[in-house]
């Protein structure tokens, strides 16, 4: 087989992999992985008793090791299938903690932004302002009243 033939094959691997949705829950989920590693231990152990020089059905039947290992592998292949079999969990961030974080920023920029709001919000905390009529003494008429006041205290002054 040539060379390119070779690297063809292994990047259709690659992508079948990439593909599989099995490897990629494989990846991603690291329960599943554990529980599947506990497995392999677990049955690897118990091979390894089994093949003891005893006859098998007799270690099945005498030997409490192995069947606290064969226990256990089983248990740990139950839930890497259960794993398996339901759709992956989505985590939820923040909550309730993320949700009041985000309304108080929203309210800040709310009341930094709109005028009438800002307004109101101070009318709330320290109540509403009293509204008058300012109406400014012109030079005009100052004058005027000045000049009027000026021959009635020339007069009292005379008088």
């Given at each position: ?23 990629q ?11 599947l ?49 339901e ?13 009041l ?15 009438e709001?800002r ?28 000049a009027?006041?000026?021959?009635a ?7």
């Amino acid at each position: 087989m040539t060379a390119k033939g070779k690297l063809g094959k292994a990047s259709d691997a690659a992508r079948a992999a990439q593909q599989n949705r099995y490897l990629q829950r494989l990846i991603a989920d690291e329960k599943l992985r554990a529980n599947l590693i506990t497995a392999y231990g677990a049955a690897r152990g118990a091979y390894g008793r089994m093949s003891n020089g005893k006859p098998a059905t007799q270690a099945l039947f005498e030997d409490r090791k192995l069947q606290r290992e064969l226990k256990e592998a089983a248990n740990a292949l139950r839930q890497a299938s259960d794993a398996l079999r339901e759709p992956p969990k989505r985590r939820r961030r923040g909550g309730v903690k993320r949700m009041l974080m985000l309304l108080v920023v929203a309210g800040i920029l709310a009341l930094a932004l709109s005028d009438e709001l800002r307004s109101k919000a101070l009318d709330m905390l320290f109540g509403s302002e009293e509204e008058f009529d300012y109406s400014s003494v012109s030079t005009e008429t100052f004058n005027s009243q000045s000049a009027q006041e000026q021959p009635a205290a020339a007069s009292a002054s005379a008088g």
